[in-house]
């Protein structure tokens, strides 16, 4: 028989190689996805190019970072006990590490993203591939990169889906809250200037910070600048039914300042935090 201790060396040797361990024990089965020749064809496999463009979120011309070409990146939806593999390639000029945020990362300490302390940052035209498994953590989510401030930039949502038998589900997560439909609030701050001015501003005295010129819901707002007006598609609408109840997904994507969030004349319930059911709390 196998030993646990003597199995696990052997797959970190063959992460990304494919090899398939026909017997692996079942909880080393969260492995297995890492060593599937067609794990690049699942459905929770992602590639994801990260990159200079030109944007325009609140109407003013600049050089943003996008996934993919998308600012915020794009949302990554998956259920709890599946393997997450995601393929990220640096395009930037400056190293990269994407963290995702809560997630546990039991077995697969490889995966969370700190910079120098659990993978060394991904160069400019490097890859690395985030291999993970979702645990027991159903709620809303969120990734962002982990070098530098470049959260202002590359970051987005990570939802994660109930996937408990339904008896269990029930007293939890969505079985416990009835709604309708959800929406996805990414809130967000931007600045007009490098992200490089930003660090310059936390490490040399003398350099103010650069100022806040928008706050943004999902990627956009609406300003009119002195220079660079441009494409901005205006305020991000979130549309709604009356009598309907809403899951809104919130998610604080600001990189210093602090967001309070309220609808006009409805209450809320917050049911979910980080990955953890809540005790209902109205506001
Ligand atoms: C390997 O991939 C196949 C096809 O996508 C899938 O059916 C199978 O469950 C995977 N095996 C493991 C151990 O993840
Ligand atoms: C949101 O994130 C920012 C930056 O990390 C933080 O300062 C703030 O306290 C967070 N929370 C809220 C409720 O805005």
Redesign the pocket.
Known sequence: MLKVSNIYPILLLFWGQCV?PQEAPPFL?KF??LC????E??PNFHRWIVSEQVVAPDNFEQVGKVINGQFPGPTITIGTFQ?LVVLVENRLSVPLTIHWHGLHQDRTVAADGAGFVTQADIPPNGKYTYCMFIEDEPGTHMYHAHTDIDIIWIHGALIVKDNNPPIWAKTRDAGKYHYDEERLLILEQLYHEPVERFVQSLTTAGVPRPATQSLMINGQSFGVWPTGNSNAEGYSLISVQRMKTYRFRIINLSSELMFRFEIEDHSMTVIEMDGIICVQSQS
């Open positions: 398939l089965d297995c996805i599937n020749n067609s794990c064809d699942g393997h």
